[in-house]
C-alpha cells in the first residue's frame, strides 16, 4: 500500500502549495508607506469624449446620442447583466467538498488504516434553487425597466436642457438684430438733427436703449453658454464642445388625457419596476416556505487497509462508506419570521404599485393640463400679438420720420414689439418643456 501513501502525501502537499498561493493578510492591507492616491490612480475611468453631432441635429438626435453615451444607462446595463449571471449560478448544485485524513489511525481486523479520502455533496430541498434564481431573475427585470424610467429622465432632461439653450439663443439672436436696429435709428435720428427735426435728447434715449440692450445680449449669451455646458454634461461630452444651433422641432400632438392615462398603466416604466419587484417577492415568499424543508447532504470516502497488520486475519481489504446527511429545520421560529418578513415584502410590492400608478395619472393629467394651456398661449404671438405689433412700430416710426410722432412714441411701440417677441420665444420655451414633461410623464420617449 506504498502506493496509497505516497498518493496521499502529494494530495496533502498539493493542498498545502495550493493554499500558500493566496496573499496573506499582510499582502493584502495597505502599506503605511504607500501613497494615499495609489489604489485611486489604478481605476481608469472612462473621460467624456468630444465626439462631434450633425450641423443638422435636432433635440430628438441629441436625445439618442445621450441615451448610447450617458455612464449611468451603462451602469444600469451591466447590473442587469450581473443579475442574468447570479441567477443562472443559483440554479447550480454548490461545488462539492473532498477531504483526505492522515496520521496515526486506528488497526482493524482486516489491518492498519492508513488514512481516509471523502467526497460530499450539498444538495438543497426541490425547489430552492429555481426560486432563487426567480429572484435574482425578476431583479435583473426591475433593473432594465429601471434602465427604461431611467432613460426617460435624460430624455426630459435633455429636452429641457435643450429649449433653455434655444430660449438663450434666440433671445441673443433678437436682442442683436434690435440692437442693430436702434443703431440705424440713430443715424436717423443724426440726420433729423442737422435739420432740426429731432434733438439731441432723443439721440441719447437712442443711445441709452442701445446700452441697456448689450446689458441683456451679454446675459443672454452667458445663459447660452451655462444651457450647452449643460446639453454637453448629459450627452458626456466636454462642457465646451460646440452644439448647433438649436432648431425648434414640431410639437407633438397627444390624446386625451385618460387615453395617455390607460396606456401608461400598462406599459410605463415605473409600473414595470413594480411589477418585477412584485414578482420578485412572490418568488421569496415561495422560497421562504421552502426553507421549512431539510437539505441534504451526500457523500462517499474510501478508507485503505494496508494487509500487514498484527492479526492474523489481517487481509488489507480496502473500505467504502457512502453516507447521506439531512438539516433540522428546528428553529421554527426564525423560518416563521423568514415567511412573514417575504409576506411583508410582498405586501410594500404591492402597495408600491398603487402609489406608483396614482402618481402617474396625477403627473399624466397636471402635464397635460399644462402642455394644452401653453399651446393655446403660444399660438397667440405669431397669430395676433407680434404682427400688430410690428405694424404699430412700423406706422410709427414713418409718422416720426414725417414728423407727425415723437420719438417717445418711437421708443414705446418698439419695446412693444421687442417685447412680444421675447415673450414669443419664451413661451415657446415653456410649451417644449411641458411637452417634454408630458412625454415623461406618459413613458414616450
Given amino acids: 500500500m506504498s502506493r496509497i501513501r505516497l498518493v496521499g502525501a502529494a ?4 493542498v498545502v502549495a495550493s493554499c500558500s498561493n493566496y496573499p496573506e493578510e499582510s499582502a493584502l492591507a495597505p502599506s503605511s508607506q504607500a501613497s494615499p492616491t495609489s489604489a485611486s490612480s489604478r481605476i481608469t475611468l472612462a473621460a467624456p469624449s468630444d465626439y462631434s453631432l450633425p450641423s443638422t441635429a435636432d433635440v430628438e438626435e441629441v436625445v439618442r446620442q445621450t441615451l448610447v453615451h450617458h455612464p449611468s444607462l451603462k ?4 447590473q442587469a447583466e450581473a443579475l442574468d449571471e447570479a441567477s443562472r449560478q443559483a440554479r447550480f448544485l454548490p461545488d462539492p467538498s473532498a477531504a483526505i485524513g492522515a496520521g496515526r489511525m486506528a488497526e482493524t481486523a482486516a489491518g492498519r488504516v492508513n488514512g ?48 433653455s439653450y434655444y ?11 434690435n440692437r442693430e436696429l436702434l443703431s440705424s435709428l440713430q443715424t436717423t435720428i443724426e440726420a433729423k438733427i442737422t435739420t432740426n427735426k429731432a434733438t439731441q435728447q432723443d439721440y441719447l434715449k437712442a443711445e441709452n436703449e442701445v446700452t441697456k440692450i448689450t446689458q441683456r445680449l451679454a446675459s443672454s449669451r452667458g445663459q447660452a453658454d451655462s444651457a450647452r455646458a449643460s446639453l454637453n454634461a448629459l450627452l458626456y461630452r466636454p462642457h465646451q464642445s460646440s452644439l448647433p444651433r438649436p432648431s425648434v422641432p414640431a410639437f407633438r400632438s397627444f390624446g386625451p388625457a385618460s387615453s395617455l392615462i390607460s396606456t401608461a398603466s400598462l406599459r410605463h416604466p415605473e409600473v414595470l419596476v413594480a411589477q418585477a419587484k412584485i414578482e420578485a417577492a412572490q418568488s421569496l415568499v415561495s422560497l421562504a416556505k421552502l426553507n421549512d424543508r431539510p437539505d441534504f447532504t ?16 489481517a487481509n488489507g481489504q480496502d473500505q467504502f462508506m457512502a453516507t447521506i446527511g439531512v438539516t433540522l429545520p428546528l428553529w421554527g421560529e426564525k423560518n416563521k419570521a423568514g415567511r412573514r418578513q417575504a409576506a411583508s415584502t410582498l405586501a410594500a410590492s404591492q ?7 396614482s ?10 393640463a399644462s402642455f ?19 405694424q404699430a412700430f412700423e406706422l410709427t416710426l414713418t409718422s416720426y420720420q414725417a414728423g407727425n410722432a415723437t420719438f417717445l412714441e418711437v421708443i414705446d411701440s418698439w419695446r412693444q414689439l421687442l417685447s412680444y417677441e421675447l415673450q414669443a420665444i419664451e413661451s415657446r420655451t415653456r410649451l417644449g418643456q411641458a411637452e417634454a414633461a408630458l412625454m415623461k410623464a406618459a413613458g414616450i420617449r
Fill in 75 to 78: 451602469s444600469l446595463r451591466a
Fill in 372 to 390: 394644452t394651456s401653453e399651446r393655446e398661449a403660444q399660438a397667440l404671438y405669431p397669430a395676433r400679438l407680434i404682427p400688430d405689433a410690428k
Fill in 167 to 177: 430660449l438663450a439663443t434666440e433671445t441673443s439672436g433678437i436682442l442683436a438684430e
Fill in 11 to 14: 494530495s496533502i502537499v498539493f
Fill in 116 to 163: 481516509t479520502i471523502g467526497v460530499q455533496q450539498k444538495i438543497p430541498f426541490p425547489g430552492k434553487r429555481s426560486a432563487q434564481a426567480a429572484i435574482l431573475q425578476h431583479q435583473a427585470e426591475a433593473i432594465r425597466a429601471q434602465l427604461k424610467s431611467e432613460e426617460l429622465i435624460l430624455s426630459e432632461q435633455v429636452r429641457r436642457a435643450w429649449w
Fill in 351 to 357: 402597495e408600491n404599485l398603487a402609489t406608483t400608478l
Fill in 298 to 313: 451526500a457523500g462517499a470516502s474510501w478508507t485503505p487497509v494496508s494487509d500487514d497488520g498484527l492479526a492474523p486475519s
Fill in 359 to 368: 402618481l402617474i395619472q396625477q403627473r399624466i393629467g397636471s402635464a397635460h
